[in-house]
């Protein structure tokens, strides 16, 4: 695949006349701005991409273990918690997806719950898939190719990847004496064994454990140098050992009840990270000893007792271990020489390739892993909230960690806009507020919202008024606080302005903009009544005629849309009733009660075409209005319609294209387009790729035909471009 960028200044000149020669006056006045904004921002020419990409943002999602194999140099795994698993690719320096072939059906298979490598064999990993206990039950996986290819294996149990205590470990281990001999230890079923390489399990009834519910069995350890030793976590318990390779159990009398981490040393010596003090200590001769490191009680959360999470040997030096504080904002490491009996804290720097990771990203939040490489001498990596680091001289005064992103797509999206001109694409999402793509689809954006204006952990929602595109809209809000607003661009989202004025503790969650006036818009709420503001967000008041919003944050459904050419028409859709305002969104009226209802759903405007709209209903169908949803046709043959996108019509046409991820009649489920309003559909997904990690929003480009976004719950956002 090759892309191509247009950057000349006459371009953007060209592409505002038409818009100008189309719409109203008011966009005359931005052509100067979108000409300079054109000369300085990549405008994506991909060709002959056969294959959906991601886009490149850079990591953001929490990464909850690192796996390096014994055997060989550079074979790296990494778990998510949402977002699936990886393996590293160190000729290129980035990280390979290995579990997109799952499609939507498959979705909770994306939690990372836990991973294992075979140490006799560099071929072979296992890992155990499932976001939710409460969602479809998890499985685990093997594979004999380094994670190219996978084979269900017949143990089917909840699993919870994105659930509490995700960040400690390991659950899923390979005897290194006999590769045949796997445990699993799960959240709320037990203990488990397989004694044929997978192929079959046996739950181990032997094993006595009581771990707290929903948590289960959170550590397995085999010792790498004494056949049939294990040690098993039950967490909230306690740590118990098998000398037998799992027949038989003893709890060990002292161990910690809510232990982190466990690893075990060349000379048999158990380690132990704890969430409870003492924080770290070791286990020899049948004895405990507090071998925590000394720290302020700065470092502690509330002035309780700092949480140790992070754990690793030397596998070359049974004395030299690491041991790092979890469940904080800020991470410190330690280092001991002499098997925990004195203590550094390791002073380190920062090498950041991401360029708008903000300094609170930078600190080793809320480490899950760090772990010395077994091929590489001074060489760690460790795991955090955000991504992936490495130190290649662990033994400098200074270390210097480096966060290796690349490939690393694992963020949540809430909102995508493609204006008719500007940045091609900008971004609303979870915890790390969002991005004006102004490098491209494939490279790092330059900055989130937060570089250049407020800050918020979430972007719930994006909008721009259709008559002067660089006028721009978004709220969201930091869910730890309660605290909402929102925020307005006059340069296409390049910089950001707070909003004057937002009721306090009320979450906004969808937006849309006057077609012809970029201060008037109109916002709806979680579990309120929707509010309207015509001076930019300096004052509001609540909008008459519909029906109070979706709870939110995680509701993706887009019930709000502007007519793109009438500034005083809205739309909204609410339980099998169309609603419109002809009055700037002052009032609402029912004005079509005779639709299904669907809480999934997308009501959608079509640019340049007044009272044309299109609604989404997932199971329900796909219906179409060409008079301002007075009457809606059904489209035939579409069984399904999950998401759906409007885009930029073909040349010498004006009929603008459609693109739905759902299922068509006699074609089955994958991501479609149509050229003629739904008569007929082209499927343009791929089998091996369908996007199947909860994909929750869909756009196209208003700028070229053919460009098609799609935002994931933990996959970042792909694109593709139909030719």
Known sequence: MMNHYITHRSIGKIICIAVTAFFSAIALSQCTVAADLA????????????????????????????????QKENLIYIKTDVGGFYRWNAVEQKWIPLV??????????????????????????????????????????????????????????????????????????????????????????????????????????SFPGQPEADIGITAIAFDRNHSGLVYVNAYGDGIYESTDAGITWNRIAGSPAKTMRIAI?????????????????????????????????????????IVFNGLSINPTNANDILVSSGETTSTKIYRSLDGGTTWQEQKHSINNTVPWWRSFMLTH??????????????????????????????????VTWTNYEKGHEELVTFA??????????????????????????????????????????????????????????RVGGNRWSSTYGGATSTDGGLT????????TEVMPMRIAVSATNPNLFIVTTSGRQALRTDNGGHSWKPVSGLPHGAEGPWNWSQPLAADKVNGNTFYYYADGKVYRSSNGGLSFETVNSSLPHDGWHLLKTVPKVA?????????????????????????????????????????????????????????????????????????IGDIQQPIGNEPN?????????????IGTNGRGIYYKKIE
């Open 365 to 398: 939040r809320w480490v899950s892993a760090i772990e010395f490489d077994p091929k590489v001498a001074g060489r760690v990596w460790l795991t955090d909230w955000y991504g992936i680091w490495k130190t290649d001289d662990i033994n400098a005064s200074r």
């Open 100 to 205: 997109d072939h799952f499609p939507l059906s498959q979705s909770n298979y994306y939690g990372g719950e836990a991973l294992a490598l075979d140490p006799n064999n560099p071929n072979i990993v296992y890992i155990a898939a499932g976001k939710y206990l409460w969602a479809d039950q998890g499985t685990i996986f093997k594979s004999i190719d380094q994670g190219s290819t996978w084979k269900k294996l017949n143990l089917d149990l909840p699993m919870g990847g994105n659930q509490d205590k995700r960040w400690i470990g390991e659950r899923l281990a390979v005897n290194p004496f006999n590769s045949n001999e796997i445990l699993f230890g799960s959240r709320q079923s037990g203990l488990w064994k397989s004694s044929d390489a997978g192929i079959t399990w046996s739950h181990i009834t």
């Open 265 to 305: 040393a060349s000379n048999r010596t158990l380690y132990v990270t704890s969430a409870t003090s003492p924080g770290v200590r070791k286990y020899t001769n049948n004895r405990w000893s507090n071998i925590t490191p000394p720290h302020s009680w700065k470092d502690a959360i509330a002035g309780s007792q």
């Open 496 to 503: 950001w302005k707070q909003f004057t004025s937002f009721p």
């Open 697 to 709: 929003v869909m756009e196209a480009s208003h700028q070229q035909y053919g460009l098609v976004f």
């Open 611 to 683: 009272g044309e709209v299109w609604l989404s209903l997932n199971w329900q169908g796909f219906y179409h209005s060409t008079d301002g949803g007075a009457t809606f046709n059904k489209i035939a043959g579409v069984e399904r319609a999950y998401l759906f996108a409007i885009g930029q019509p073909q040349v010498q046409s004006k009929l603008a294209p459609l693109y739905l991820y759902g299922k068509i009649k006699g074609m089955g489920e994958g991501i479609f387009q149509s050229l003629d309003q739904g008569k007929t559909w082209l499927d």
């Open 39 to 70: 000369s300085s921002i990549p405008q994506p020419q991909i060709v002959n991409q056969d294959s959906w990409t991601n886009v490149a943002i850079g990591g953001g999602g929490y990464v909850t273990g690192v796996y390096l194999h014994p």
């Open 416 to 473: 995508l806009v493609s204006p008719p001109i500007g940045i091609p694409l900008l971004s609303g999402v979870a915890d790390v507020d969002g991005f004006s793509h102004n490098n491209g689809l494939d490279t790092f954006p330059s900055r989130s919202f937060g570089n250049s204006g407020p800050t918020f952990q979430d972007t719930f929602s994006i909008a721009y008024s259709e008559q002067a595109p660089l006028r721009m809209v």
